[in-house]
């Protein structure tokens, strides 16, 4: 039995339809069981309630084998509550109940000058020692940005040709599909031959700018698109604007301004750690149906 939590997130739902498509026991962590897919009923557990409540993760790794982890982003809240606070439950519950392997979606950067000062990245890398004191087989997913995170974006791409950043136009670094990074969290949760506790980076195909990316956005929509780059300080105001506390904020800033000093080109691209979809491929694939359906 594989536990998801997630399994309706931009990650989580990749998971679910690889597992399944291999045959394998599975039980979702569903918050709203209602916001499911359809054609999961009959195919899946599940536990209705949020992974962060002791009493829900604890009813969810009864007589499991894996358990597939990632934190949503509750940016009501500080980065240790969001993170820490929300994971400290699963940790008693893994160890409770003996789980073998735990994966989890992380983010690049452990062991750089960036550790202790990148945010996100921060919050996110002292989860995954929270989890590995389990004393389960864990492997962090340690991704780049993902490319997906433009959708957010689709409105203002496909109205006016734009989308921002706070990066360089002209830093290039790894980005990653989430389908990718939900194929090989799948792969890893149905290997039981793999043990101990390192982080796998997931890479991406190739190193790309903003100021490549949104050629290939223009080339595959067939317009112009360019990327537009904003101070940190407009960033943080604009993520206060929307409800964000104080603390997930400067999270967020440390995260990119670490990003734009080169945290996500530490790590080695090799046969482990690439995954197939090219940017290009995305764009043609995910953003420009999004943008058409948008326009």
């Known amino acids: 039995m594989i536990v998801v939590t997630t399994p309706?997130?931009?990650?989580?739902?990749?998971?679910?339809?690889h597992l399944l498509a291999e045959g394998s026991p599975v039980r979702i962590v569903a918050r709203d069981a209602a916001r499911l897919e359809p054609a999961l009923t009959g195919r899946v557990e599940i536990v209705e309630g949020s992974h962060g409540d002791p009493a829900v993760i604890d009813r969810a790794l009864v007589g499991a084998d894996a358990l597939f982890w990632l934190v949503p982003p509750d940016t009501a809240k500080t980065l240790e509550a969001a993170y820490l606070d929300f994971t400290?439950?699963?940790?008693?519950?893994?160890?409770?109940?003996?789980?073998?392997?735990?994966?989890?979606?992380?983010?690049?950067?452990?062991?750089?000058?960036?550790?202790?000062?990148?945010?996100?990245?921060?919050?996110?890398?002292?989860?995954?020692?929270l989890l590995m004191s389990s004393g389960a087989a864990f492997r962090g997913l340690a991704m780049p940005s993902f490319m997906d995170n433009l959708l957010r974006q689709v409105a203002s791409i496909a109205g006016q040709g734009i989308f921002y950043g706070t990066i360089d136009p002209d830093r290039r670094a790894p980005t990653t599909a989430t389908a990718d990074m939900g194929a090989v969290a799948a792969r890893l949760l149905l290997d039981r031959g793999w043990a101990g506790q390192a982080e796998q980076p997931v890479l991406g195909p190739e190193d790309l700018s903003f100021a490549e990316m949104a050629v290939t956005v223009g080339e595959v929509l067939d317009r112009p698109v360019r990327y537009q780059p904003i101070p940190l300080d407009a960033f943080q105001a604009q993520l206060l604007a929307r409800g964000m506390s104080g603390s997930f904020a400067q999270g967020y800033v440390d995260m990119m301004r670490a990003k734009d000093e080169g945290i996500d080109n530490v790590a080695r691209r090799d046969a482990a750690s690439a995954t197939p979809t090219r940017f290009r491929d995305w764009c043609e694939r995910v953003l420009k149906p999004a943008v058409d359906k948008t326009a």
């Open 88 to 129: 400290r439950p699963a940790v008693e519950a893994i160890r409770r109940h003996g789980i073998a392997r735990v994966v989890s979606v992380t983010a690049l950067g452990r062991d750089t000058r960036w550790q202790d000062r990148a945010g996100l990245v921060t919050a996110s890398i002292a989860m995954d020692d």
């Open 8 to 17: 309706t997130g931009q990650v989580g739902h990749h998971v679910v339809r």
